[in-house]
């Protein structure tokens, strides 16, 4: 909701050249089984104008639930068969896809599921009891926004009068391309961000209502 309110963090660069997307879109990792071993798979969320928050839990629950239970996503079924190549043949489609990155012509079907041509990149290190961080902007795909999310914790709040509560709080950690807009487009964005989140039945509203904040 927040990249679908303010469309300039939806920007990348490619080639020197500035470009706006067509859609808002979101992925991250999952790590099918909890343990050392366990394998991790993409979830590549494609969103509409109309979603809320509902509709997008259920496409997080379908796509986690396939490939937990059901198979790989492209982009991991691609790196398997990459992996099984003979050196020389990997470090030649390692040159030829940098070149087709780099001037934005990588085919369509190629990076579908690749995280790094979403809109946003989600880090939910929450999950795994870590703290939230902040993750580096890549070299590779078009991703301008990277979002780390901590894990749970008590925290104080101090209301107006100086009182203190004790509530349920937890970190974020951003990172975003300072070439796609300026700090005080920046400045309000974090500050509508910080509105859903404190006020999460806005969340309920579609993706393209606007809403009040200061």
Known sequence: ?????????????????LYQRNGVTAAFSIKKVFSDNGEEALAF????????????????????SYVRHEGK???TRRMDALQKLPLIF????GSGARFLD???????????TDPFY?????????????????????????????????????????????????RDSIDLGLTIDERIADGYYYSKTVRLLRTLLENPELLELPLREAVEYK
């Open 1 to 17: 909701k927040t990249i679908t309110l303010r469309p300039q963090l939806n920007r990348f660069i490619a080639n020197y050249n």
């Open 45 to 64: 969320i494609h969103s509409k104008e109309s979603d809320n928050i509902d509709s997008i839990h259920d496409e997080i629950f379908r796509q986690v």
């Open 73 to 75: 996503d492209q982009s």
């Open 90 to 93: 990997k470090k030649a489609l």
């Open 102 to 112: 780099r001037h934005g012509w990588m085919p369509k079907n190629v990076v579908a």
């Open 118 to 166: 979403a809109s946003a990149v989600l880090a939910n290190l929450g999950s795994i009891q870590l703290h939230s961080g902040y993750h580096h902007l890549t070299n590779w795909g078009t991703c301008s926004v990277f979002c780390a999310i901590g894990e749970r914790k008590k925290r104080p709040f101090y209301d107006d009068e100086g009182n203190i509560e004790m």
